[in-house]
């Protein structure tokens, strides 16, 4: 393969070709499902598939069969299939290429001249609600095929999955891999375009993923409110054995996980992956985190931070029902309290046994005989890379000194993306390259979303290379 032509190729489709249709699907606000139940009759996802699906078709790409395929009852996702390259090439061996579609919702606080929906470049990024997540990863997967394709290089069978769901915690794509099980193959490559990096001056692979168990919890103490005049100190506030009930999972002290289920120990090779992680970009996590002034991290040993993100257990209290709004308190001794709990696992941990510990820690024996139910109860898996191999430690290695001019760097990450974990569970023997341009300032989810477009072209590049060496494993 002509690597000089295939990095020239793609930083020229970037500027003529992705650079102007990414700018218009940044204007469909393609918000996720769990922010509009009304997102089938809005029919902006569809309008979202609908406009790459064009973009796609019209690239012509041999053999190229698209389909949006629909299960009853949930989002709909893009399926590519683009044949092997080569006359040779065994069409069983797939790639899969994993993006998504589905857009946080807009929020406000945008800066002057920034709008959610309309985008704007600007300093070498363009902004706009799903420009880095995830709106770019169909065009970067696309190009960097069209790009090996034409100068000289190879690449198995590539099917580029795009869902709708994923800002909702991918509740649907169990069931698409179940039913394209047969078409998808034998994949021995998933690419998953949904990640970040700690900087822009090299290429980051993650390589591992927390799971996450939500539990929404419920302490009712009375049928109705009572004026707290005449019933506290004869009735036990709801809060008070609700507080007491966490402490049982939680040391509110130091915000270490006390449940035996929720944690796990951490593999030696990630422990120094953090260590040089730290090493090569020194306040790579203190800076991902913008504190308030006066405000003091949870250690202050770096790598101890890291570890506490990727490989640590944590519960951050995410929603709340039962308590009126400050103007709106009265003196009264509320009948219920409700928490929404979000604690975040282990990637080796089994999410399933970590949700059956909590239940039982925060229900069994309560407090004054309180009652105790469970109105949201749920959990995703997490995710631990397998070892590179090494044609793809070889990849990765060429596109670092060619493209980057810096050695590439691993690291966990203290999100999820869901799909990750039901792919290694049906594709045990794969490699997975997880990369992404989410990167510093890309503001994912917030005000002022942006795609650094510069790094965007370099992490097209990288896939491009990652395809090519597939071929010659």
């Known amino acids: 393969m002509d690597r000089s032509a295939v990095r020239a190729d793609i930083d020229r489709a970037w500027e003529d070709s992705v650079l102007p249709s990414l700018s218009e699907l940044v204007r469909i606000p393609a918000v996720s499902p769990a922010y509009d139940p009304d997102w089938t009759s809005a029919g902006q996802l569809d309008a979202a598939i609908e406009h790459v699906r064009a973009w796609i078709a019209a690239r012509e790409l041999p053999g190229a069969r698209l389909e949006v395929v629909r299960l009853e009852g949930r989002t709909p996702l893009l399926l590519v299939d683009v044949p092997a390259s080569g006359p040779d090439a065994d069409q069983d061996d797939a790639v899969l290429l994993y993006g998504h579609l589905d857009k946080q919702p807009p929020v406000g606080g945008w800066s002057e001249g920034l709008d959610p929906w309309t985008p704007v470049v600007r300093d070498g990024r363009l902004y706009g609600r799903g420009s880095v997540d995830d709106g770019y990863a169909p065009y970067a997967a696309i190009t960097a095929i069209e790009a090996v394709r034409a100068h000289g290089g190879a690449h198995a069978r590539c099917v580029l999955l795009l869902e709708t769901g994923e800002e909702s915690g991918s509740p649907d794509m169990a069931a698409y891999l179940e039913h394209l099980a047969d078409r998808l193959g034998s994949v021995s490559l998933v690419v998953c375009l949904d990640s970040g990096a700690a900087d822009y001056q090299r290429l980051w692979l993650t390589t591992s993923l927390r799971g996450d168990v939500r539990v929404g919890v419920r302490v009712r103490v009375l049928d109705g409110g009572q004026?707290?005049?005449?019933?506290?100190?004869?009735?036990?506030?709801?809060?008070?054995?609700?507080?007491?009930?966490?402490?049982?999972?939680?040391?509110?002290?130091?915000?270490?996980?006390?449940?035996?289920?929720?944690?796990?120990?951490?593999?030696?090779?990630?422990?120094?992956?953090?260590?040089?992680?730290?090493?090569?970009?020194?306040?790579?996590?203190?800076?991902?985190?913008?504190?308030?002034?006066?405000?003091?991290?949870?250690?202050?040993?770096?790598?101890?931070?890291?570890l506490n993100n990727t490989w640590r257990p944590t519960v951050s209290v995410i929603g709340a029902e039962g308590l009126p709004a400050l103007p709106d308190a009265g003196n009264v001794l509320r009948p219920f309290t409700t928490l929404a709990l979000s604690v975040r696992i282990p990637p080796t941990t089994d999410p399933q046994v970590a949700l059956a510990a909590l239940r039982e820690a925060l229900s069994a024996d309560v407090p004054y005989g309180a009652e105790v139910t469970f109105p949201i109860s749920d959990g995703a898996a997490g995710w631990n890379a397998p070892d590179p191999e090494p044609w793809l430690v070889g990849a990765l290695d060429a596109v670092s000194e060619e493209v980057f001019g810096a050695p590439w760097a691993t690291m966990g990450l203290g999100g999820s993306i869901p799909l990750m974990g039901l792919l290694q569970n049906a594709y045990p023997a794969a490699q997975f390259v997880v990369t992404g341009a989410l990167g510093p300032g890309s503001n994912a989810h917030v005000p002022d979303e942006s795609l650094h477009l510069e790094f965007a072209s370099k992490i097209t590049t990288a896939i491009a290379y990652a395809l090519d060496a597939h071929t010659r494993r």
């Open 227 to 306: 004026h707290s005049g005449t019933a506290s100190g004869i009735v036990p506030s709801s809060f008070r054995v609700l507080r007491a009930l966490l402490d049982r999972i939680e040391d509110s002290a130091t915000g270490e996980v006390l449940l035996p289920e929720l944690n796990a120990e951490i593999p030696a090779n990630r422990v120094a992956e953090a260590r040089a992680a730290v090493a090569a970009v020194p306040g790579v996590i203190r800076d991902s985190v913008p504190a308030r002034e006066g405000m003091r991290w949870v250690s202050e040993d770096e790598v101890e931070l890291a």
